[in-house]
Protein backbone atom coordinates (compact mmCIF):
# COMPACT_ATOMS: atom_id res chain seq x y z
CA UNK A 1 0.00 0.00 0.00
CA UNK A 2 1.46 3.15 -1.18
CA UNK A 3 2.03 6.60 1.61
CA UNK A 4 -0.34 8.55 0.14
CA UNK A 5 -3.33 5.89 0.63
CA UNK A 6 -1.94 5.08 4.02
CA UNK A 7 -2.46 8.88 4.32
CA UNK A 8 -5.98 9.41 3.25
CA UNK A 9 -7.12 6.06 4.76
CA UNK A 10 -5.49 7.55 8.20
CA UNK A 11 -7.14 10.96 7.57
CA UNK A 12 -10.72 9.31 6.59
CA UNK A 13 -10.30 7.27 10.03
CA UNK A 14 -9.48 10.36 12.14
CA UNK A 15 -12.60 12.39 10.39
CA UNK A 16 -15.36 9.52 10.95
CA UNK A 17 -17.76 9.04 13.19
CA UNK A 18 -17.28 6.91 16.17
CA UNK A 19 -18.56 4.50 18.74
CA UNK A 20 -16.11 6.78 21.45
CA UNK A 21 -17.79 9.66 20.37
CA UNK A 22 -21.50 8.53 20.35
CA UNK A 23 -24.17 9.54 23.05
CA UNK A 24 -26.93 7.33 23.70
CA UNK A 25 -30.11 8.88 24.83
CA UNK A 26 -33.06 6.30 26.30
CA UNK A 27 -36.28 6.16 28.38
CA UNK A 28 -35.24 5.06 31.67
CA UNK A 29 -39.76 5.03 32.08
CA UNK A 30 -39.27 2.25 29.70
CA UNK A 31 -37.43 -1.07 30.71
CA UNK A 32 -37.06 -2.29 26.51
CA UNK A 33 -35.78 1.50 25.78
CA UNK A 34 -33.30 0.39 28.39
CA UNK A 35 -32.90 -3.14 27.17
CA UNK A 36 -32.32 -1.47 23.23
CA UNK A 37 -29.78 0.86 24.35
CA UNK A 38 -27.62 -1.84 26.50
CA UNK A 39 -28.14 -4.10 23.71
CA UNK A 40 -26.61 -1.31 20.44
CA UNK A 41 -23.71 0.12 23.57
CA UNK A 42 -22.47 -3.63 23.38
CA UNK A 43 -22.53 -4.10 19.93
CA UNK A 44 -21.02 -0.65 18.83
CA UNK A 45 -18.72 -0.78 21.69
CA UNK A 46 -20.09 2.81 23.05
CA UNK A 47 -19.31 3.74 26.31
CA UNK A 48 -21.23 2.60 28.80
CA UNK A 49 -20.74 5.69 30.58
CA UNK A 50 -21.82 8.40 27.41
CA UNK A 51 -25.62 6.02 28.04
CA UNK A 52 -28.04 8.66 29.14
CA UNK A 53 -31.47 7.41 30.62
CA UNK A 54 -34.15 10.02 31.25
CA UNK A 55 -37.55 9.39 33.24
CA UNK A 56 -39.69 10.48 30.11
CA UNK A 57 -43.68 10.08 28.93
CA UNK A 58 -44.46 6.96 27.41
CA UNK A 59 -46.24 8.73 24.46
CA UNK A 60 -44.57 9.77 21.13
CA UNK A 61 -46.18 12.78 20.40
CA UNK A 62 -44.82 15.83 23.62
CA UNK A 63 -45.41 19.82 24.02
CA UNK A 64 -42.08 21.72 23.78
CA UNK A 65 -43.09 22.64 26.99
CA UNK A 66 -42.20 18.99 28.21
CA UNK A 67 -39.45 18.74 25.99
CA UNK A 68 -37.54 21.43 27.62
CA UNK A 69 -38.20 20.50 31.27
CA UNK A 70 -38.04 16.68 30.28
CA UNK A 71 -35.71 16.40 27.62
CA UNK A 72 -33.00 19.56 26.78
CA UNK A 73 -32.70 20.89 29.71
CA UNK A 74 -31.76 17.78 32.34
CA UNK A 75 -29.89 16.41 28.92
CA UNK A 76 -27.98 19.38 29.19
CA UNK A 77 -27.36 19.31 32.79
CA UNK A 78 -26.13 15.13 32.82
CA UNK A 79 -23.32 16.28 29.83
CA UNK A 80 -22.45 19.17 31.88
CA UNK A 81 -22.08 17.21 34.84
CA UNK A 82 -20.25 14.13 32.87
CA UNK A 83 -17.68 16.15 31.61
CA UNK A 84 -18.26 15.09 28.15
CA UNK A 85 -19.06 18.71 26.57
CA UNK A 86 -17.82 22.65 27.88
CA UNK A 87 -20.57 24.90 27.94
CA UNK A 88 -20.46 28.88 26.94
CA UNK A 89 -23.30 30.60 28.29
CA UNK A 90 -23.24 33.14 25.94
CA UNK A 91 -23.51 30.99 22.77
CA UNK A 92 -22.39 28.17 21.50
CA UNK A 93 -20.69 25.25 23.61
CA UNK A 94 -16.78 25.13 23.38
CA UNK A 95 -16.42 21.66 22.92
CA UNK A 96 -17.61 18.06 22.93
CA UNK A 97 -16.45 15.03 23.71
CA UNK A 98 -19.60 13.70 21.15
CA UNK A 99 -21.12 14.16 17.46
CA UNK A 100 -23.67 11.76 17.73
CA UNK A 101 -26.89 11.62 19.72
CA UNK A 102 -28.98 8.33 18.77
CA UNK A 103 -32.55 8.20 20.69
CA UNK A 104 -33.55 4.88 21.43
CA UNK A 105 -37.16 3.92 21.02
CA UNK A 106 -39.26 4.89 23.84
CA UNK A 107 -37.56 8.63 23.77
CA UNK A 108 -40.62 10.75 22.24
CA UNK A 109 -40.14 11.80 18.38
CA UNK A 110 -42.63 14.06 18.01
CA UNK A 111 -43.54 17.92 19.21
CA UNK A 112 -46.71 19.44 18.55
CA UNK A 113 -47.38 22.50 17.55
CA UNK A 114 -48.32 24.95 20.25
CA UNK A 115 -51.44 27.58 19.92
CA UNK A 116 -51.45 31.15 19.87
CA UNK A 117 -53.79 33.21 21.57
CA UNK A 118 -57.38 33.47 19.71
CA UNK A 119 -57.70 37.41 20.70
CA UNK A 120 -61.16 39.09 21.38
CA UNK A 121 -64.33 39.71 19.42
CA UNK A 122 -66.08 43.17 19.20
CA UNK A 123 -67.75 43.06 22.71
CA UNK A 124 -64.36 42.31 24.53
CA UNK A 125 -64.80 38.63 24.75
CA UNK A 126 -61.79 36.34 24.58
CA UNK A 127 -62.01 33.89 21.93
CA UNK A 128 -60.32 30.45 21.89
CA UNK A 129 -56.77 29.43 21.22
CA UNK A 130 -55.92 28.63 17.56
CA UNK A 131 -53.39 26.95 15.66
CA UNK A 132 -50.09 28.23 14.52
CA UNK A 133 -49.80 29.17 10.72
CA UNK A 134 -47.59 26.83 8.70
CA UNK A 135 -44.93 29.78 8.21
CA UNK A 136 -45.03 30.06 11.95
CA UNK A 137 -45.26 26.47 13.21
CA UNK A 138 -42.74 25.91 16.26
CA UNK A 139 -43.74 22.00 16.33
CA UNK A 140 -40.72 19.52 15.34
CA UNK A 141 -39.41 16.35 15.55
CA UNK A 142 -37.54 15.62 18.96
CA UNK A 143 -34.40 14.74 17.05
CA UNK A 144 -34.51 17.36 14.72
CA UNK A 145 -34.34 19.91 17.66
CA UNK A 146 -31.64 18.06 19.45
CA UNK A 147 -29.06 18.74 16.71
CA UNK A 148 -29.64 22.43 18.25
CA UNK A 149 -28.68 21.12 21.30
CA UNK A 150 -25.26 23.02 21.76
CA UNK A 151 -26.88 26.40 20.94
CA UNK A 152 -27.59 28.75 23.78
CA UNK A 153 -30.44 30.74 22.24
CA UNK A 154 -32.39 30.27 18.68
CA UNK A 155 -35.76 31.24 17.64
CA UNK A 156 -37.92 28.01 17.30
CA UNK A 157 -40.42 29.37 14.98
CA UNK A 158 -40.17 27.80 11.67
CA UNK A 159 -36.87 26.39 10.58
CA UNK A 160 -33.25 27.10 10.98
CA UNK A 161 -30.41 26.79 8.23
CA UNK A 162 -28.51 23.66 8.16
CA UNK A 163 -24.85 24.88 8.24
CA UNK A 164 -24.11 21.02 7.35
CA UNK A 165 -25.98 21.10 4.44
CA UNK A 166 -24.13 19.74 1.18
CA UNK A 167 -21.01 20.26 2.91
CA UNK A 168 -18.19 18.64 1.90
CA UNK A 169 -16.09 18.68 5.01
CA UNK A 170 -16.96 15.38 7.54
CA UNK A 171 -18.83 16.76 10.13
CA UNK A 172 -16.27 15.39 12.66
CA UNK A 173 -13.93 18.13 11.92
CA UNK A 174 -15.84 20.54 10.24
CA UNK A 175 -17.18 24.10 11.97
CA UNK A 176 -21.21 23.30 12.14
CA UNK A 177 -22.13 26.29 14.81
CA UNK A 178 -22.71 24.32 17.56
CA UNK A 179 -25.02 21.22 16.54
CA UNK A 180 -25.22 17.46 16.46
CA UNK A 181 -26.08 14.62 14.26
CA UNK A 182 -29.16 12.90 15.78
CA UNK A 183 -30.53 9.13 14.49
CA UNK A 184 -33.00 7.28 15.86
CA UNK A 185 -33.29 3.38 16.18
CA UNK A 186 -37.07 3.24 16.74
CA UNK A 187 -40.11 1.12 15.26
CA UNK A 188 -43.21 -1.22 16.35
CA UNK A 189 -41.12 -3.56 18.62
CA UNK A 190 -37.83 -4.36 20.00
CA UNK A 191 -37.75 -6.96 17.83
CA UNK A 192 -37.52 -4.60 14.98
CA UNK A 193 -35.24 -2.30 16.71
CA UNK A 194 -32.90 -4.95 17.37
CA UNK A 195 -32.84 -6.10 13.88
CA UNK A 196 -31.88 -2.64 12.46
CA UNK A 197 -28.77 -2.93 14.47
CA UNK A 198 -27.58 -6.57 13.72
CA UNK A 199 -28.58 -5.70 10.31
CA UNK A 200 -26.43 -2.80 10.10
CA UNK A 201 -23.28 -4.17 11.63
CA UNK A 202 -23.70 -7.71 9.31
CA UNK A 203 -24.16 -5.60 6.13
CA UNK A 204 -21.91 -3.44 6.27
CA UNK A 205 -18.86 -5.33 6.48
CA UNK A 206 -19.46 -7.16 3.17
CA UNK A 207 -21.58 -3.98 1.17
CA UNK A 208 -25.36 -3.88 0.35
CA UNK A 209 -25.92 -5.56 -2.95
CA UNK A 210 -29.22 -6.01 -5.04
CA UNK A 211 -31.77 -3.89 -6.94
CA UNK A 212 -32.54 0.11 -6.65
CA UNK A 213 -36.19 0.77 -6.91
CA UNK A 214 -37.67 4.40 -7.96
CA UNK A 215 -41.28 5.38 -7.52
CA UNK A 216 -41.58 8.73 -9.20
CA UNK A 217 -45.17 10.64 -9.18
CA UNK A 218 -44.83 12.15 -12.88
CA UNK A 219 -45.66 15.93 -10.86
CA UNK A 220 -44.69 19.38 -12.43
CA UNK A 221 -44.09 23.09 -11.40
CA UNK A 222 -43.11 22.84 -7.52
CA UNK A 223 -43.47 19.09 -7.27
CA UNK A 224 -40.53 18.84 -10.00
CA UNK A 225 -37.97 19.06 -7.53
CA UNK A 226 -38.56 15.36 -6.29
CA UNK A 227 -38.88 13.83 -9.75
CA UNK A 228 -35.54 15.61 -10.58
CA UNK A 229 -33.82 13.66 -7.46
CA UNK A 230 -35.21 10.66 -8.62
CA UNK A 231 -33.94 10.82 -12.28
CA UNK A 232 -30.77 11.53 -10.83
CA UNK A 233 -30.38 8.51 -8.51
CA UNK A 234 -31.16 7.01 -11.95
CA UNK A 235 -28.41 8.26 -13.84
CA UNK A 236 -25.99 7.70 -11.03
CA UNK A 237 -26.53 4.48 -10.46
CA UNK A 238 -26.46 4.03 -14.77
CA UNK A 239 -21.98 3.67 -14.48
CA UNK A 240 -22.09 1.81 -11.20
CA UNK A 241 -23.75 -1.26 -12.53
CA UNK A 242 -26.59 -1.10 -9.53
CA UNK A 243 -30.04 -2.43 -11.43
CA UNK A 244 -32.45 0.17 -11.05
CA UNK A 245 -36.34 -0.38 -11.88
CA UNK A 246 -38.55 2.93 -12.04
CA UNK A 247 -41.93 3.25 -11.92
CA UNK A 248 -42.94 6.16 -14.30
CA UNK A 249 -46.36 6.54 -14.31
CA UNK A 250 -48.66 9.09 -11.85
CA UNK A 251 -49.24 5.99 -10.20
CA UNK A 252 -47.57 4.30 -7.14
CA UNK A 253 -46.30 0.71 -8.07
CA UNK A 254 -49.36 -1.62 -8.38
CA UNK A 255 -51.11 -3.65 -5.72
CA UNK A 256 -49.04 -6.56 -4.70
CA UNK A 257 -45.79 -5.54 -6.96
CA UNK A 258 -43.25 -8.20 -7.13
CA UNK A 259 -40.20 -6.45 -5.81
CA UNK A 260 -37.83 -8.66 -5.04
CA UNK A 261 -34.38 -8.20 -3.98
CA UNK A 262 -35.13 -4.72 -3.19
CA UNK A 263 -31.66 -3.24 -1.73
CA UNK A 264 -32.66 0.63 -2.38
CA UNK A 265 -35.99 2.01 -2.67
CA UNK A 266 -37.12 5.77 -3.36
CA UNK A 267 -40.27 7.01 -3.91
CA UNK A 268 -42.88 9.86 -3.06
CA UNK A 269 -46.24 11.45 -2.79
CA UNK A 270 -48.65 8.14 -0.84
CA UNK A 271 -49.84 8.99 2.11
CA UNK A 272 -49.82 5.64 3.19
CA UNK A 273 -47.47 2.82 2.76
CA UNK A 274 -49.27 1.06 -0.23
CA UNK A 275 -48.27 -1.50 -3.76
CA UNK A 276 -45.18 -3.14 -3.24
CA UNK A 277 -45.63 -3.08 0.58
CA UNK A 278 -48.87 -5.05 0.40
CA UNK A 279 -47.44 -8.37 -0.94
CA UNK A 280 -47.88 -10.73 1.55
CA UNK A 281 -44.00 -12.29 0.76
CA UNK A 282 -42.94 -9.07 0.38
CA UNK A 283 -39.34 -8.19 2.67
CA UNK A 284 -36.59 -5.93 1.57
CA UNK A 285 -33.11 -7.04 1.27
CA UNK A 286 -30.89 -7.11 4.47
CA UNK A 287 -29.75 -4.41 4.91
CA UNK A 288 -31.93 -1.84 2.76
CA UNK A 289 -32.10 1.33 2.56
CA UNK A 290 -35.76 2.82 1.82
CA UNK A 291 -37.70 6.05 1.82
CA UNK A 292 -40.97 7.37 0.90
CA UNK A 293 -41.23 11.41 0.89
CA UNK A 294 -44.74 12.51 2.26
CA UNK A 295 -45.37 15.39 4.63
CA UNK A 296 -46.69 13.13 7.27
CA UNK A 297 -44.28 9.81 6.48
CA UNK A 298 -43.76 9.63 10.09
CA UNK A 299 -46.49 10.92 11.95
CA UNK A 300 -46.14 7.46 14.03
CA UNK A 301 -43.31 5.81 13.40
CA UNK A 302 -44.18 3.03 16.36
CA UNK A 303 -47.61 1.55 13.90
CA UNK A 304 -46.57 -1.13 11.80
CA UNK A 305 -49.47 0.13 9.38
CA UNK A 306 -50.18 3.42 8.75
CA UNK A 307 -47.85 6.23 7.13
CA UNK A 308 -44.46 4.61 5.79
CA UNK A 309 -41.49 4.78 8.31
CA UNK A 310 -43.22 2.14 10.85
CA UNK A 311 -43.84 -0.04 7.97
CA UNK A 312 -40.62 0.41 5.88
CA UNK A 313 -39.23 -0.85 9.21
CA UNK A 314 -41.59 -3.64 9.77
CA UNK A 315 -40.83 -5.21 6.64
CA UNK A 316 -36.72 -5.35 7.44
CA UNK A 317 -35.37 -2.09 6.10
CA UNK A 318 -32.66 -0.58 8.03
CA UNK A 319 -32.27 2.70 7.28
CA UNK A 320 -35.06 5.29 6.15
CA UNK A 321 -36.26 9.16 6.90
CA UNK A 322 -39.45 10.79 7.53
CA UNK A 323 -40.95 13.51 8.77
CA UNK A 324 -43.18 13.85 11.90
CA UNK A 325 -45.67 17.47 10.45
CA UNK A 326 -45.70 19.21 6.82
CA UNK A 327 -41.62 20.19 5.80
CA UNK A 328 -42.69 21.20 2.58
CA UNK A 329 -40.54 19.39 -0.23
CA UNK A 330 -37.72 21.73 -0.70
CA UNK A 331 -37.22 21.57 2.99
CA UNK A 332 -37.13 17.64 3.27
CA UNK A 333 -33.83 15.79 2.85
CA UNK A 334 -33.28 15.60 -1.04
CA UNK A 335 -33.06 12.15 -1.63
CA UNK A 336 -30.22 12.53 -4.09
CA UNK A 337 -27.52 14.43 -2.44
CA UNK A 338 -28.68 11.64 0.40
CA UNK A 339 -28.20 8.61 -2.13
CA UNK A 340 -24.81 9.63 -3.32
CA UNK A 341 -23.21 10.36 0.28
CA UNK A 342 -24.53 6.64 1.30
CA UNK A 343 -22.43 5.48 -2.23
CA UNK A 344 -19.60 7.21 -1.10
CA UNK A 345 -19.33 5.68 1.86
CA UNK A 346 -20.52 7.84 4.57
CA UNK A 347 -23.08 6.85 7.45
CA UNK A 348 -26.71 6.97 7.23
CA UNK A 349 -26.91 9.81 9.88
CA UNK A 350 -23.74 11.59 8.11
CA UNK A 351 -25.97 10.78 4.65
CA UNK A 352 -29.43 12.19 5.26
CA UNK A 353 -28.91 15.26 7.76
CA UNK A 354 -25.90 16.48 4.82
CA UNK A 355 -28.36 16.20 2.35
CA UNK A 356 -31.15 18.10 5.07
CA UNK A 357 -31.41 21.83 4.31
CA UNK A 358 -32.80 22.74 7.83
CA UNK A 359 -32.49 21.74 11.47
CA UNK A 360 -35.21 22.67 14.68
CA UNK A 361 -37.71 21.43 12.07
CA UNK A 362 -40.03 17.81 10.95
CA UNK A 363 -36.90 15.38 9.65
CA UNK A 364 -36.12 11.90 11.61
CA UNK A 365 -33.65 9.38 10.63
CA UNK A 366 -34.40 6.21 11.47
CA UNK A 367 -32.09 3.22 12.13
CA UNK A 368 -28.55 2.79 13.72
CA UNK A 369 -26.99 5.88 12.48
CA UNK A 370 -23.24 4.44 12.20
CA UNK A 371 -24.44 2.35 9.61
CA UNK A 372 -22.13 2.48 6.14
CA UNK A 373 -23.82 0.70 3.61
CA UNK A 374 -21.11 0.79 1.11
CA UNK A 375 -17.96 1.06 2.81
CA UNK A 376 -16.89 -2.05 1.68
CA UNK A 377 -17.59 -4.20 -1.23
CA UNK A 378 -16.69 -8.24 -0.17
CA UNK A 379 -19.92 -10.15 -1.49
CA UNK A 380 -20.65 -13.06 0.91
CA UNK A 381 -22.36 -15.25 -1.53
CA UNK A 382 -23.61 -16.31 -5.15
CA UNK A 383 -26.04 -13.46 -5.42
CA UNK A 384 -24.42 -11.06 -4.34
CA UNK A 385 -21.22 -12.27 -6.52
CA UNK A 386 -23.58 -11.46 -9.29
CA UNK A 387 -24.25 -7.75 -8.55
CA UNK A 388 -20.76 -7.12 -7.65
CA UNK A 389 -20.09 -8.48 -11.18
CA UNK A 390 -22.47 -5.96 -12.46
CA UNK A 391 -20.64 -3.58 -10.53
CA UNK A 392 -17.13 -4.28 -11.51
CA UNK A 393 -18.21 -4.37 -15.63
CA UNK A 394 -19.61 -1.31 -15.73
CA UNK A 395 -20.23 1.15 -17.08
CA UNK A 396 -21.42 -1.44 -20.10
CA UNK A 397 -21.03 -0.08 -23.23
CA UNK A 398 -19.35 -2.24 -25.59
CA UNK A 399 -20.63 -5.31 -27.99
CA UNK A 400 -18.19 -7.07 -26.17
CA UNK A 401 -19.08 -6.05 -22.56
CA UNK A 402 -22.75 -7.42 -24.04
CA UNK A 403 -21.53 -10.82 -24.97
CA UNK A 404 -19.24 -11.27 -21.96
CA UNK A 405 -22.11 -10.59 -19.67
CA UNK A 406 -24.52 -12.33 -21.82
CA UNK A 407 -22.10 -15.50 -21.65
CA UNK A 408 -22.07 -15.44 -17.45
CA UNK A 409 -25.48 -15.13 -17.93
CA UNK A 410 -26.13 -17.62 -19.63
CA UNK A 411 -23.62 -20.18 -17.83
CA UNK A 412 -25.33 -19.35 -14.64
CA UNK A 413 -28.84 -19.70 -15.78
CA UNK A 414 -29.30 -16.25 -14.12
CA UNK A 415 -32.31 -14.38 -14.11
CA UNK A 416 -30.81 -11.78 -12.41
CA UNK A 417 -27.93 -11.21 -14.80
CA UNK A 418 -30.88 -11.29 -17.89
CA UNK A 419 -32.91 -8.97 -16.42
CA UNK A 420 -29.91 -6.54 -16.10
CA UNK A 421 -28.92 -6.76 -19.51
CA UNK A 422 -32.28 -6.11 -20.41
CA UNK A 423 -32.74 -3.19 -18.17
CA UNK A 424 -29.55 -1.63 -20.17
CA UNK A 425 -30.79 -1.95 -23.51
CA UNK A 426 -34.40 -0.71 -22.94
CA UNK A 427 -32.29 2.42 -21.78
CA UNK A 428 -30.24 2.28 -25.17
CA UNK A 429 -33.81 2.02 -26.38
CA UNK A 430 -33.04 -1.56 -28.41
CA UNK A 431 -36.16 -3.04 -28.64
CA UNK A 432 -35.85 -6.57 -29.79
CA UNK A 433 -33.04 -7.17 -27.30
CA UNK A 434 -35.01 -5.63 -24.38
CA UNK A 435 -38.14 -8.32 -24.72
CA UNK A 436 -35.57 -10.97 -25.63
CA UNK A 437 -33.78 -10.45 -22.37
CA UNK A 438 -37.13 -9.85 -20.32
CA UNK A 439 -37.91 -13.28 -21.96
CA UNK A 440 -34.89 -14.70 -20.82
CA UNK A 441 -35.15 -13.72 -17.08
CA UNK A 442 -38.69 -14.78 -17.02
CA UNK A 443 -37.82 -18.45 -18.31
CA UNK A 444 -34.71 -18.68 -15.82
CA UNK A 445 -36.43 -17.08 -12.94
CA UNK A 446 -36.92 -19.52 -9.75
CA UNK A 447 -39.93 -17.51 -7.92
CA UNK A 448 -43.06 -15.92 -9.63
CA UNK A 449 -42.05 -12.92 -7.99
CA UNK A 450 -39.31 -12.53 -10.16
CA UNK A 451 -41.08 -14.22 -13.49
CA UNK A 452 -44.19 -11.56 -13.16
CA UNK A 453 -41.68 -8.49 -12.61
CA UNK A 454 -40.34 -9.90 -15.90
CA UNK A 455 -43.55 -9.78 -17.59
CA UNK A 456 -44.47 -6.20 -15.97
CA UNK A 457 -41.17 -4.92 -17.04
CA UNK A 458 -41.87 -5.95 -20.50
CA UNK A 459 -45.05 -4.24 -20.37
CA UNK A 460 -44.07 -1.36 -19.12
CA UNK A 461 -41.37 -1.03 -22.01
CA UNK A 462 -43.99 -1.42 -24.25
CA UNK A 463 -46.11 1.27 -22.70
CA UNK A 464 -43.04 3.56 -22.93
CA UNK A 465 -43.24 2.63 -26.74
CA UNK A 466 -46.44 3.70 -26.81
CA UNK A 467 -47.19 -0.06 -28.01
CA UNK A 468 -50.78 -0.67 -25.82
CA UNK A 469 -51.55 -3.50 -27.64
CA UNK A 470 -48.41 -5.11 -27.24
CA UNK A 471 -48.63 -4.62 -23.55
CA UNK A 472 -52.27 -5.45 -23.08
CA UNK A 473 -51.63 -9.14 -25.17
CA UNK A 474 -48.30 -9.76 -22.95
CA UNK A 475 -50.79 -9.43 -19.78
CA UNK A 476 -53.92 -11.17 -20.95
CA UNK A 477 -51.08 -14.09 -22.26
CA UNK A 478 -49.96 -14.38 -18.69
CA UNK A 479 -52.56 -13.97 -16.30
CA UNK A 480 -53.81 -17.59 -16.04
CA UNK A 481 -50.11 -18.27 -15.05
CA UNK A 482 -50.26 -16.54 -12.00
CA UNK A 483 -54.18 -17.30 -10.72
CA UNK A 484 -53.28 -18.51 -7.29
CA UNK A 485 -50.31 -16.41 -5.86
CA UNK A 486 -50.12 -12.67 -5.20
CA UNK A 487 -49.27 -11.81 -8.39
CA UNK A 488 -52.25 -12.00 -10.15
CA UNK A 489 -53.25 -9.13 -8.35
CA UNK A 490 -50.35 -6.99 -9.71
CA UNK A 491 -50.67 -7.97 -13.03
CA UNK A 492 -54.73 -7.23 -13.53
CA UNK A 493 -54.32 -3.96 -11.38
CA UNK A 494 -51.53 -3.17 -14.37
CA UNK A 495 -54.36 -4.25 -17.04
CA UNK A 496 -56.61 -2.02 -15.38
CA UNK A 497 -54.41 1.24 -15.29
CA UNK A 498 -53.60 0.21 -19.41
CA UNK A 499 -56.93 -0.49 -20.50
CA UNK A 500 -59.84 0.68 -17.88
CA UNK A 501 -63.06 -0.40 -17.72
CA UNK A 502 -65.74 1.55 -19.41
CA UNK A 503 -68.00 3.87 -17.32
CA UNK A 504 -71.29 2.67 -16.22
CA UNK A 505 -74.01 3.10 -18.40
CA UNK A 506 -76.32 5.85 -17.04
CA UNK A 507 -79.25 4.52 -15.18
CA UNK A 508 -77.20 1.19 -14.10
CA UNK A 509 -75.43 2.81 -11.23
CA UNK A 510 -77.23 2.11 -7.61
Avoid at 67 to 76: A, G, T, W
Avoid at 188 to 210: F, M, N, P, R, W
Wanted: proline share 6%.
Amino acid sequence: MNALLVLLLSLMSLSALSPERTVILYNSSASESEEIARYYSKKRKIPKENMIGLALPLEGTITIEQYNDLIRKPLQKELDRRELWNRSYSGFFNSARFDLIVSISGVPFRIKNSMVPGGYDEQGNALPPKPRGHQKADGASVDSELTMLGAHKYERVSAIKNPYFRQAKPFRVGDYKGTFLVGRIDGHSKHVCIKQIDDAISVEETGLYGKCYLDFAKKTGGFQLAEDWLQKIKEVNKPLGIPTLAEQTKYTYVPNYPMNEAALYYGWYARHANGFMRHPHFYFKRGAIAVHIHSFSATNIRSNKADWVGPIMAKGAAGTLGNVHEPFLGMTTHLDHFHQQLLDGRTLVESAWSATPVLSWHNVVIGDPLYRPFANANPRDDDDEEYALLREMSPIKTKTQFRELQAIAKKKDSSRLYEAIALIQSELKAHEKCISFYKEAREEADVPMDRARSILNQVSYYMSQDNKKLALATLQANLWRFEKTPEHAALKAMQMIIDPPPPPEEGTQK
